[in-house]
């Protein structure tokens, strides 16, 4: 199977003979300092300043939108929500539950924000921004240049889950006004599920240190305690966090985060140009290299995504809900080439000599 | 380095071969019918009912014990935490943090629970029992059939953390009156960290669906109901999945859960034996098969285990807090045989012989 899913992706040989190896007992000094420079290569590769903090969370990014927006927003905040799809939407429901005053900002289907729907908010006693800066569910990637200047100009605490944008797309922790972003292993990190990661400025480490929260496994607080000496208040999931280091020296030495931006950037435009002359539609006004979302004319989204997986070995990505029948999503995170790109073109273009993709 | 600790352990083979393959995508019907088999296999290896319900969350087994505090207990619960160690602790503290009723059976170090001290609690409007009927950081394994026993008579809810017992000891979720069962994916279930299994009788799958919880993430309404279909709410750590399922299959195959007990069982006494010369003292009055916990006479256990680690390429499992100098760990769980017995004893046996263990 070659796959093409925004998560999880293909991994690398050297993570992948990670994962061939038994996992080793963490409780040790050498572990320690294999999670300490995961911590120092994410501030590097997000350009985070020095007193930023790091914690790796055993859970889905899911797990680390909830724990950010528990430990880092109280009652007494009053946020923005992007709300642009199926991520959005789940910010919506934390706020609600975890009782975070909050107004949504509903978007239309593949629109990005504009300067003049922030404005609105200006002058109201917001305290905070929350976004998905790239919405996976919609391949719908919003200004962060413009969403960072905001946040700066009005004095408000910016959450960013970059999930499936972290490597694909240009972020900077400290330019774009960041205090908090979040990632996963499964993203363009290209390692197995089952870790997510939240970057913290000092800013929201105050916050976390301030607030009293109802979780143990999500208490923020022990997590960054422990990773002052590069442990864990649970027992991680350890052999993902070695893979996840592997990757992090791996792009490293491969000339760092913005070569691993040009590589899935380049992979995104040599996909796109592949299939340009076929009956697809790219439905977003704003894209990331991360993803291409494809809208079909005349046939079922979902029926071409099981024809690629049941008689090509391919995955594409199928959407959910509403979107079900009439968009898919091509993933360009992960070990990809420029031949697999033309394995999955042939492929659709066969499906359009047959009549099937249309 | 050969791993006895007790957790992350030794995997097989066929567990390693899958953890060194890309991650497939799972939203299909091939990884639903995996997961499916996957909670028919847990609950035939739990001896739960028909209509027991499983689930695996991606976490710790700590991620599993909150989820169960907070799904299955209420503010009109009052429940008997049974604290011998650092994971009863947990318990407590749990219940704390989410309002939960209780008192503490605070247990001496090493020593199993009397009848006499469970009486003490009859017909005074207690409504479940909660305990870690192995409680792995001292050694100690609770009687399951006594508090089983105690839990039917009194018509109490029984939450059962068998984290490190589970295909190491006898446990019959049916015979032993057990509504809630949890365990880790890297304990006997010998696959790397990131999943933790919840088992839940029909009783405690009610208590679920009438509860509501300040949670996303740990909801397990969700989480039962995406089941059904052989799904999560959120994206699991895909891969370990896999790997528990390659476990489950081939304990099957090798003659079920009581031929794997018996395994386990046959290599903790075959060590035990082999110490049994040395200054070492078990120090527990009730023994569980996954591990022998071992006090040093007149050394610091935490120096063996570094010596083992760094001479001998050996992992024991050192302890924490104040029993971090006075006693150390040896699991028997996971990839383990007789012969890497042999290996621990005679580098044991060594450091005694050098006067470095007394």
Request: glycine share 8%; aromatic share 8%.
């Amino acid at each position: 199977m070659i796959n093409f899913t925004v998560g999880p992706v293909q991994s690398s040989e050297n993570v992948r003979k990670i994962g061939s190896e038994n996992v080793p007992y963490f409780r040790t000094p050498e572990f320690s300092e294999i999670m300490l420079e995961n911590e120092k290569l994410m501030k590097e590769f997000t350009y985070a300043p020095d007193d930023a903090r790091v914690v790796f969370i055993t859970g889905s990014g899911t797990a680390s939108m909830e724990a950010t927006i528990m430990n880092t927003l109280t009652p007494d905040d009053k946020v923005i929500v992007i709300n642009g799809g199926s991520f959005g939407q789940r910010f919506v429901e934390l706020c609600e539950i975890h009782d975070i005053p909050h107004t949504e900002l509903k978007m239309e289907f593949g629109k990005g924000v504009t300067k003049e729907q922030l404005t609105q908010f200006e002058g109201k006693g917001y305290t905070g921004l929350v976004v998905n800066i790239h919405e996976t569910s919609t391949g719908v990637r919003y200004d962060l240049d413009m969403l960072g200047e905001f946040c700066k100009k009005n004095n408000l605490f910016f959450i960013v889950d970059a999930i499936s944008s972290f490597l694909a797309d240009p972020i900077n922790f400290t330019n774009n006004s960041i205090d908090v972003m979040i990632t996963g292993s499964q993203k363009a990190l290209a390692c197995p599920p089952g870790i997510s990661v939240i970057v913290m400025s000092s800013a929201a480490v105050a916050r976390v240190e301030g607030n009293n929260v109802k979780s143990m496994y999500f208490d923020l607080k022990s997590a960054l305690k422990n990773g002052e000496r590069g442990q864990t208040p649970f027992t991680p999931a350890v052999g993902t966090l070695l893979q996840i280091h592997q990757r992090l020296i791996d792009i490293k030495a491969d000339g760092g985060v913005e070569a691993e931006q040009k590589k899935i950037a380049a992979l995104a435009a040599d996909f796109r140009a592949r299939i340009s002359d076929l009956p697809l539609d790219i439905c977003s006004d704003s894209w990331s290299n991360a993803v291409t979302p494809l809208k079909v004319r005349n046939c079922s989204a979902y029926d071409i995504f099981t024809t690629l997986k049941d008689n090509y070995n391919i995955w594409i990505c199928p959407n959910g809900g509403n979107l079900k029948d009439s968009v898919f999503r091509v993933g360009h995170i992960g070990a990809l080439t420029t031949n697999d790109n033309k394995v999955l073109s042939d492929a659709l273009h066969k499906l359009a000599d047959e009549g099937i993709l249309k």
